[in-house]
């Protein structure tokens, strides 16, 4: 007999929410945190599409920590001096307030409290070491050479999976398998915040940005997102780029990001409250290990599941669409035939019927062009080219937009024909 029916490896979204989903469902569940208190050490950017919560937690949308929903939303391409930038600022999104920015610290802490309320045990302060196994069946989790036991073990550690790696559940990660982000929350008044984004009461701004003045060709994106009195900003880097370029570090680019002349009069004034960095999971549906076995099931970050596309980076939502989904998955396991690599392998085609596995499979290959130096180097330039040719009277002749373009281009160093395949390549990934 286990001490529990199972056991949850990390407090993020995609732990609590299982842990929340079997609680309530009336299981013994133990979830363990390694981070006291829990969220301590989570990073997200970060705006939480959270209609997942619901079906845990029907109320979300009126007692979450959220600092502000998502009213606009840009994108900018920065070049040296400029930024080109496109702005979705809508009623729209006043109709489904699904986007909230949050801050990890609260959010985090306000799940696990609530998976403690609806009956999980909670341990934080308590990093697991590995799955433990009898007979090729997960029997519960070790610490410390000690064995906790339960029916059904839910990695949920998010994208540095020690855990999953170190029992053999997942290959090692490669530089492909993630980026990194470091991030800074930078306090202002909520008057600043309100005035500088054209914002007024909860509304907010989220924005990312294509770094495209970076030197010595690293890659990396920008966000920059407003919570109530304080803004989070941050960047996320080609970790291959990082590596394959060692006179570059992640907090040159952070700052590069902060002093850049569209960005830098945002943030002006203000102090760091929170200075952080983290892995982003950017493997792939090709990167996406095996999800169940005798005993256990793998969610969230720890499984590869996020989507990044260079306009949004969304990881919470599928943390919390997936962590229910074990849980549901253990829940008519028990009902039925018991836990077994069979029962659980309905954990798989729950995310193959969601958008979880779906957006995975559909989106096959977007690190190829979201990475790419077409959106890096090429596209910020030449679209200051043809920005600065439209909008910037120089008493001379005036070009047709095609000329502007053909030009761009060939400044850039992009064939017409490598941009045409490589546009194409990207409208259809994208
Ligand atoms: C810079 C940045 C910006 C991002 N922006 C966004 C955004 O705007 N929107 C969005 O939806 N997503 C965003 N993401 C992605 C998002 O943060 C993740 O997808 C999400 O946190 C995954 O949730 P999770 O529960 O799977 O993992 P995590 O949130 O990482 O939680 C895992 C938990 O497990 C704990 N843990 C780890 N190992 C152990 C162990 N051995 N024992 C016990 N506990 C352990 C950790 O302490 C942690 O609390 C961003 C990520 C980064 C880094």
């Known amino acids: 007999m286990s001490e529990f029916d199972a056991i949850v490896v990390g407090g993020g979204p995609a732990g609590s929410s299982a842990?929340?989903?079997?609680?309530?469902?009336?299981?013994?569940?133990?979830?363990?945190?390694?981070?006291?208190?829990?969220?301590?050490?989570?990073?997200?950017?970060?705006?939480?599409?959270?209609?997942?919560?619901?079906?845990?937690?029907?109320?979300?949308?009126?007692t979450a920590p959220v600092e502000r929903y998502v009213k606009a939303k840009g994108v900018g391409f920065l070049t040296k001096e400029s930024n080109i930038g496109l702005e979705f600022r809508s009623g729209l999104f006043d109709k489904n307030r699904a986007g909230h920015m949050v801050l990890?610290?609260?959010?985090?802490?306000?799940?696990v409290k609530k998976a403690k309320d609806m009956g999980a045990m909670v341990a934080t302060g308590v990093t697991v070491d590995r799955v433990a196994f009898d007979k090729?069946?997960?029997?519960?989790?070790?610490?410390?050479?000690?064995?906790?036991?339960?029916?059904?073990?839910?990695?949920?550690?998010?994208?540095?999976?020690?855990?999953?790696?170190?029992s053999g559940l997942r290959e090692p990660l490669n530089d492909k398998d993630v980026a990194i982000g470091v991030k800074e929350v930078i306090k202002l008044s909520e008057k600043t915040v309100n005035e500088r984004f054209n914002l007024r009461d909860k509304e907010g701004f989220a924005g990312e940005y294509v770094l495209g003045f970076?030197?010595?060709?690293?890659?990396?994106?920008?966000?920059?997102?407003?919570?109530?009195?304080?803004?989070?900003?941050?960047?996320?880097?080609?970790?291959?780029?990082?590596?394959e370029n060692d006179r570059t570090y992640s907090f040159d680019i952070i700052e590069q990001f902060l002093e850049h002349?569209?960005?830098?009069?945002?943030?002006?004034?203000?102090?760091?409250?929170?200075?952080?960095?983290?892995?982003?999971?950017?493997?792939?549906?090709?990167?996406?290990?095996?999800?169940?076995?005798?005993?256990?099931?793998?969610?969230?970050?720890a499984a590869g599941f996020s989507f990044s596309n260079g306009l949004v980076l969304q990881g919470m939502n599928y943390a919390i669409a997936s962590g229910i989904a074990a849980a549901d998955t253990f829940i008519e396991a028990k009902k039925g035939s018991g836990v077994s690599e069979e029962s659980l392998a309905g954990y798989r085609k729950r995310l193959l019927d969601s958008y979880v596995l779906k957006d995975l499979y559909n989106f096959r290959g977007i690190d190829e062009v979201t990475w790419g130096r077409l959106p890096h180097r090429a596209m910020p330039n030449a679209l200051e080219h043809i920005m600065k040719g439209l909008f910037i009277e120089q008493g001379v002749p005036k070009k047709h937009l095609y000329?502007?373009?053909?030009?761009a281009l060939g400044e850039s160093g992009i064939r017409t024909s490598e941009a045409v395949l490589e546009g194409y390549r990207m409208l259809r990934r994208m």
């Not at 969220?39 to 970060?46: I, T």
């Not at 095996?290 to 256990?296: E, F, I, R």
């Open 19 to 62: 842990a929340m989903r079997l609680a309530s469902a009336g299981h013994n569940v133990l979830l363990v945190e390694k981070a006291d208190p829990p969220g301590s050490k989570n990073v997200s950017g970060g705006v939480l599409w959270g209609n997942d919560l619901e079906a845990v937690i029907p109320d979300w949308q009126k």
């Open 136 to 166: 090729g069946k997960a029997i519960g989790v070790e610490q410390d050479g000690d064995i906790i036991t339960s029916d059904c073990v839910i990695l949920a550690e998010g994208a540095n999976p020690r855990v999953a790696i170190d």
């Open 104 to 111: 990890r610290a609260k959010l985090d802490q306000w799940l």
């Open 403 to 407: 000329q502007l373009m053909t030009e």
């Open 214 to 243: 970076l030197p010595d060709q690293v890659e990396a994106g920008g966000f920059l997102y407003t919570n109530k009195d304080t803004i989070s900003a941050g960047v996320v880097i080609s970790m291959k780029h990082l590596r």
């Open 261 to 301: 002349p569209a960005i830098a009069p945002l943030v002006d004034g203000g102090s760091v409250e929170e200075y952080s960095a983290h892995m982003v999971q950017e493997g792939g549906i090709e990167r996406v290990p095996k999800l169940y076995g005798n005993g256990y099931m793998i969610a969230g970050d």
